[in-house]
């Protein structure tokens, strides 16, 4: 396992700040030794069991909080600073996806269009309106270039790319410079396609030579100069990766080194002008069907469409866009979905912020679900942010209170499932939580987290929050205690007095 660290500005070395969330933290046997065996415990016990762990000498300088409740009878069975506040990381999208899906229901789908007008009897034009959908691809822009070449339109002569559905600005203020430049920090814009990122590979060679850059898209081969100072090395010797991208022009670099047979790594670099990328493929998609294309444009100012509907694509159900955000964490799918929601429940004040709108629908659509507007502040609908502050408790009411409404199985099976799927399918296999815990994973660079719901084997449904904030270690280090934690839980059984 090596660390595929993406580098900001002009190819200068920064901390990591993304942390793979679903890297391998202990073999099974490793995890059925800290505490995943046949062992029983009471739930008198559990209390003097977790502050064995949470008190260990490598966690002296960090802090802890933990909240475990039953989640029939809302008894507490172990709480730690359960109500101050802490940095969540990707927990966040817990308030995000619960809020969207309450908001805006599980068949919720996302529209885009485009219209046909004309500025002389002689001139076609079209405008392609974006409304937020992070599924988007190049496939989908192909289906409506196939609709308006059955139409029969053979030549546009201008084409205008509407990417006014969000109002603010797409990159937000409080993320790090280094998360802006990566895939996982790509802008949030109307108009998402391919998720706003450029996709590459990078493979080890024959020793000696440096390594192979490869893009997913050949066609950015001759956009971008690669300064690649990378090295093949031999088996005994370490791994790292470094990619980052220039600010100013196509220019990507690359470092480090893999060894000589190894496996190759993905990385993204994010699209800094996503508008004008958007419009350009489309553009190439109307001529790849025989459509001749003319001016290209961007919209300016927020209109209301005019003209004829002539082509139109649908998002996948809301239901398999919050999965998307849960089990694998994704970040743009979460960002766009939180200013899907703020649009549709602001007012007609067209200039919010689409970010500002969303995050106070957040708490009008939470409250009444029994989530305390006080334990938490929140900047981001992903997590990225460091400006985000939570509390365990306000975690546990909105996986308590999702659990009560007409959308707990979708909320629930839209989490990573121990074991088996999504951030945490290298976490917990063999052991007796594997299937048993659907939950949300956190981590950036001194933040972890865990929340969600377990079933242990002999005990009552339980919903968890843990949070460790302050880690001087890798998280790669500290992520076993919490492993630990809910291992502890899978052993316990109902004790008498």
Not at 50 to 71: K, M
Not at 283 to 305: F, K, M, N, W, Y
Not at 414 to 421: D, N, Q
């Amino acid at each position: 396992m090596f660390w595929l660290v993406i580098l900001a500005g002009m190819g200068w070395s920064v901390p990591l700040k993304a942390i793979a969330e679903t890297e391998p933290v202990l073999s099974a046997k490793q995890q059925i030794r800290a505490g995943g065996g046949t062992a029983s415990l009471c739930p008198r016990q559990l209390p003097e069991a977790i502050r064995a762990i949470a008190n260990r000498p490598q966690f002296q300088r960090s802090r802890w909080g933990i909240l475990i409740r039953r989640l029939d009878t809302g008894e507490t069975l172990y709480e730690q600073e359960s109500t101050r506040y802490f940095i969540p990381a990707s927990n966040v999208k817990l308030f995000t996806t619960a809020a969207v899906l309450q908001g805006l229901g599980p068949q919720f789908r996302i529209r885009t269009s485009v219209y046909q007008g004309s500025e002389s009897p002689n001139r076609t034009v079209l405008r392609i309106v974006g409304r937020g959908d992070p599924s988007l691809t190049d496939e989908q822009l192909g289906n409506l270039a196939d609709q308006l070449q059955q139409r029969g339109i053979p030549r546009v002569d201008r084409v205008i790319a509407d990417d006014q559905y969000f109002q603010g600005d797409p990159i937000n203020s409080s993320w790090e410079w280094e998360d802006i430049q990566s895939g996982y920090g790509a802008p949030v814009n109307s108009l998402i396609l391919n998720q706003n990122e450029i996709s590459l590979t990078i493979a080890p060679q024959s020793l000696g030579q440096p390594l192979r850059v490869s893009w997913d898209d050949p066609s950015q081969a001759n956009q971008w100069r690669v300064d690649n100072r990378s090295m093949t090395v031999a088996t005994s010797e370490p791994e790292f990766v470094n990619v980052g991208r220039d600010v100013s022009q196509p220019i990507l670099h690359v470092s480090g080194q893999l060894r000589a047979g190894s496996e190759p790594d993905s990385a993204a670099i994010a699209i800094l002008n996503p508008t004008q990328h958007f419009l350009q493929t489309f553009q190439q998609a109307l001529v790849a069907h025989h459509i001749s294309v003319g001016q290209g444009a961007i919209a300016t100012r927020p209109d209301s469409p005019s003209g004829m509907e002539v082509a139109s694509i649908l998002s996948p159900p809301m239901t398999d866009l919050i999965l998307e955000a849960n089990q694998d964490s994704n970040n743009l799918y979460a960002e766009s979905l939180l200013r899907i929601l703020g649009v549709t429940q602001a007012s007609v004040d067209t200039t919010t912020s689409s970010l500002e709108a969303g995050l106070a629908a957040v708490q009008t659509i939470l409250t009444p679900l029994g989530v305390d507007p006080q334990g938490y502040q929140l900047a981001d609908g992903s997590g990225l942010s460091r400006h985000n502050l939570v509390s365990p408790a306000a975690l546990v009411q909105v996986l308590t209170g999702m659990a009560r409404s007409p959308h707990a199985d979708l909320f629930r099976r839209s989490l990573a499932i121990a074991g088996e799927s999504g951030t945490l399918q290298n976490r917990f296999r063999d052991t007796p939580i594997q299937g048993r815990l659907h939950g949300k994973t956190g981590a950036m660079s001194g933040v972890a987290a865990l929340s969600g719901y377990l079933d242990p084997p002999h005990y009552s449904p339980l919903v968890l929050s843990i949070l460790l904030n302050q880690a001087d270690q890798p998280i790669r280090q500290v992520r076993p205690a919490i492993d630990e934690m809910v291992l502890l839980l899978g052993q316990l059984t109902p004790c008498g007095t």
